[in-house]
Nanobody, 116 residues
Framework: QVQLVESGGGLVQAGESLRLSCAASGRTQAMGWSRQAPGKEREFVAV????????RYADSVKGRFTISRDNAKNTVYLQMNTLKPEDTAVYYC????????????WGRGTQVTISS
């Protein structure tokens, strides 16, 4: 069983940055982020392998978001730059068996709101 706790969400203006963190308790392999905007389905944002050598991003965030991890702290991060109002969503951390596997554990989410 893995427990995930996200932090770092908030309200910022368009063009600003935020960094999300997700602390995991338990053994993890790949870890990732997804988001869900009001009235929309949850969507993939980014994923990183255990070694950090493989990363994948949704096209909508490529070049603006960076995923990273610190295995000593069992924590994954999402650095979000040049934020846009359409990035407004609840952001969820998840774990996966690999970067190509579906998520198997989820956090409760952290709200990110971008004002125009």
């Amino acid at each position: 069983q893995v427990q995930l706790v996200e932090s770092g969400g908030g309200l910022v203006q368009a063009g600003e940055s935020l960094r999300l963190s997700c602390a995991a308790s338990g053994r993890t392999q790949a870890m990732g982020w997804s988001r869900q905007a009001p009235g929309k389905e949850r969507e993939f944002v980014a994923v990183i392998s255990w070694s950090g050598g493989t990363k994948r991003y949704a096209d909508s965030v490529k070049g603006r978001f960076t995923i990273s991890r610190d295995n000593a702290k069992n924590t994954v991060y999402l650095q979000m730059n040049t934020l846009k109002p359409e990035d407004t969503a609840v952001y969820y951390c998840n774990t996966r068996d690999s970067t190509l596997s579906p998520p198997n554990y989820w956090g409760r989410g952290t709200q990110v709101t971008i004002s125009s």
